[in-house]
């Protein structure tokens, strides 16, 4: 479904991804790993198409289409969903307005019909109770004045309401507490599916206890310095990224 | 002699013109005369005086007259023009025409006691017991009040005796017909003790008509008293328009305000209120979506005479094309008037290179133990909030419109009647691109 390749790009002539390679295919999830400042966010921001990057070499396939050439809109189109590690507050429209209209572009561009009003809501309201969310959030302007919690599980909330093929999620896991955590993470296992990829970005291997991924990558320095099974998280969390980076010393040293 | 005398000169209106209401009455005509001395005496305002600095009011004084018209317009257009105006049935409706009041195309339902909605220029002629407070010298803020005194035509007049509800909001309705007409509106609105009211000023005009709206409104608000007032401009790309809307506040009692501007060449605002007893609450809210050469300035005052009052003042404004847009909003808190809590702000967006905002809070305060903040913004859509509504799926454009959307909807939703709420809403997504598909969505 994915397909990275020798991927190099940075921001403002400072390089931050330094050659990545990685295959996700459908049905699996990935979590990728690693200390702040590894490139974990700039790879997820940048597969979403957010501007501002510059791709100095390498490729990324999705689906068989080139993904850098598309704009972020048509590649959420495309079933791209990223769950934001700081989720924009939009005031003035309301978190219904702002899910219809998204969902609307998505069905359009999927050759469906618009929902009509009744159905939308119900739809909503089926998500919302799966994330135990409040319905008052909806007539509420998109994020402002959410809790940091509520704010994560709204983004969780866009991603059951959208359907992507391929969601990445960015530390998702950050400031939730246990219970928040554990709401979310049912959020997300309910929706591995056969048909669709779940990149988790994390720091921490906490969220990894809840959803169990098929591989673990670790990222650091802008490479992916080694990937494993599900125990790598553990190995990490007991090791410390200073353990995987001591393993790679002339990576580190380029 | 300046420019603007020269003009006036020039218009040969050495005098009052007698067809205007109240000319037999004594009072009436000596306070137009003494309005008309003034206005003589001073002339239009130029950009050498402090409070029109950014605002160029030179082109009103070059019109071919400012003389108001005495022909009535034209039947059929006016009421092609009232369809296009009104999006639903009003149970209060008074419609004036370039300044008069068009009975035909009024309806005043039915009323409950204590309350009366009638026309200024019936009062002024008749033998009711109109007081001088109508043609109140005092809220000649500036010398285009002045000319309205003396000039005006006719307006509304709303009477609520103590404790007087009125449920549906009044709504007026003046009508710009025609080119070249100047539209003198007066309207006076007297709430008395706990009595409650909306009254909604919609200026309505052919799209390039150049015709000028000199209109005063005055408001007393008696001691608990309510009134939820809201002006929506939207007159022709080619009108100038100049407004005055001055309340004085008795104790407890409320007032707000609200200011759309959605038309015109040159329009300017003043808006006022002196609390005057304790407790008083007051809010100013206004928008304006500017585009082309558009200019519309609002200035603020607010007068704090009394101890623990609040007001609060919310202005913004999206710009495109050339426009200007200007805010300056005065707060005085004067001696005693401790425990007093005001906050302002003014938030812009500029759409283009060219736009301009001068944006200026202006605080005086000689009292101490009181809470005043404002804050100010000029600046364009921020770049995380399109990224995360484009990374949902939704194109460039409609992210655009709808973060403008947005930013707008946080004054609209200020309005109290929920008619001109989703009338406004639907005004302003016209003006945006893929404004409809939003609408749709409501």
Redesign the interface.
């Given at each position: 479904m994915l397909s990275i390749m020798n991927l190099h790009a940075g921001i403002n002539g400072k390089d931050i991804l330094r050659g990545i390679d990685l295959e996700v295919r459908a049905g699996e999830v990935h979590a990728i790993m690693g200390p702040n400042g590894s490139g974990k966010s700039t790879l997820a921001q940048l597969l979403a198409g957010r501007d501002g990057y510059q791709v100095t070499a390498g490729s990324v396939r999705y689906l068989e289409q080139d993904l850098l050439t598309m704009p972020a809109e048509e590649r959420a189109r495309a079933g791209i969903f990223l769950a934001f590690q700081y989720p924009v507050e939009i005031p003035g429209v309301s978190n219904a307005l702002f899910l219809k209209t998204a969902l609307n572009s998505i069905r359009k561009q999927q050759g469906l019909s618009e929902l009509d009003a009744m159905d939308f809501l119900q739809l909503l309201r089926d998500k919302m109770k799966l994330l135990r969310m409040d319905e008052l959030l909806l007539p509420r302007a998109v994020n402002e004045g959410f809790s940091g919690g509520e704010k994560k599980r709204n983004e969780v909330l866009q991603m059951a309401v959208l359907e992507p093929k391929l969601a990445i999620l960015d530390e998702t896991d950050s400031g939730l507490d246990i219970d928040a955590l554990k709401i979310v993470a049912d959020g997300v296992n309910g929706m591995r599916d056969p048909q669709r990829a779940i990149v988790l970005v994390t720091h921490y291997q906490r969220l990894l206890e809840f959803i169990v991924p098929d591989v673990v990558h670790v990222l650091s320095q802008g490479r992916i310095v080694r990937s494993g099974k599900a125990d790598l998280a553990r190995e990490l969390e007991q090791r410390g990224y200073g353990w995987v980076e001591e393993q790679h010393p002339a990576r580190k040293a380029a | 002699m300046n420019i603007q005398l020269e003009s006036w000169e020039h218009m040969a209106l050495e005098q009052i013109p007698q067809f205007l209401a109240g000319s037999g009455v004594p009072w009436v005509s000596q306070a137009r005369q003494s309005a008309f001395e003034r206005y003589k005496a001073h002339g239009l305002p130029t950009r050498r005086e402090e409070e029109w600095k950014y605002t160029d009011v030179t082109q009103i004084g070059k019109r071919a007259s400012l003389a108001p018209d005495s022909i009535p317009p034209d039947p059929p257009s006016e009421a092609a023009l009232f369809s296009w105006a009104l999006a639903q049935e009003h149970p209060h409706l008074m419609v004036f025409v370039n300044g008069y009041y068009s009975d035909g195309l009024s309806a005043i339902g039915e009323m409950p006691d204590g309350a009366r909605l009638e026309s200024l220029a019936e009062l002024l002629d008749g033998t009711a017991e109109l007081s001088s407070e109508s043609l109140d010298a005092s809220h000649e803020h500036t010398i285009f009040g002045a000319l309205n005194t003396a000039l005006a035509t006719d307006g509304a007049v709303l009477h609520l005796a103590a404790g007087t509800v009125l449920q549906d909001p009044v709504y007026l309705l003046f009508i710009a017909s025609g080119h070249g007409t100047a539209i003198y509106p007066r309207n006076l609105i007297v709430v008395g003790e706990g009595a409650r009211a909306t009254v909604i000023e919609h200026y309505f005009g052919m799209i390039d008509a150049h015709h000028f709206t000199d209109t005063l409104t005055q408001i007393k608000l008696a001691a608990g008293a309510e009134l939820q007032h809201c002006k929506l401009l939207q007159e022709g790309n080619a009108s100038f328009h100049v407004a005055g809307i001055h309340a004085e506040q008795a104790a407890h009692s409320r007032f707000g305000s609200q200011s759309f501007a959605l038309g015109s060449r040159l329009a300017r605002n003043d808006i006022t209120s002196r609390l005057n007893g304790p407790e008083c609450q007051c809010e100013f809210d206004g928008l304006y979506l500017l585009d082309g050469k558009q200019h519309v300035d609002h200035h603020t005052r607010i007068d704090h005479l009394a101890p623990s009052c609040t007001s609060r003042e919310y202005y913004r404004g999206i710009l495109d094309g050339e426009s200007h847009g200007v805010f300056n909003g005065k707060v005085i808190v004067h001696p005693h008037a401790i425990k007093t809590d005001a906050h302002q702000s003014n938030r812009n967006l500029l759409l283009s290179r060219e736009a301009e905002v001068d944006t200026k809070p202006q605080l005086e305060i000689f009292a101490d133990d009181v809470r005043c903040t404002h804050g100010a913004t000029v600046g364009q859509l921020?770049?995380?909030?399109l990224?995360?509504?484009?990374?949902?799926?939704?194109?460039?454009d409609?992210?655009h419109s709808?973060?403008l959307?947005?930013?707008?909807?946080?004054i609209i939703?200020r309005v109290a009647d929920p008619g001109m709420r989703t009338r406004i809403e639907h005004l302003v997504l016209d003006r945006l691109p893929q404004g409809e598909?939003?609408k749709e969505?409501?």
């Open positions: - | 921020d770049d995380d909030s990224f995360y509504l484009r990374s949902r799926g939704i194109d460039a409609s992210a709808l973060l959307y947005g930013f707008a909807n946080d939703a598909q939003i969505l409501l």
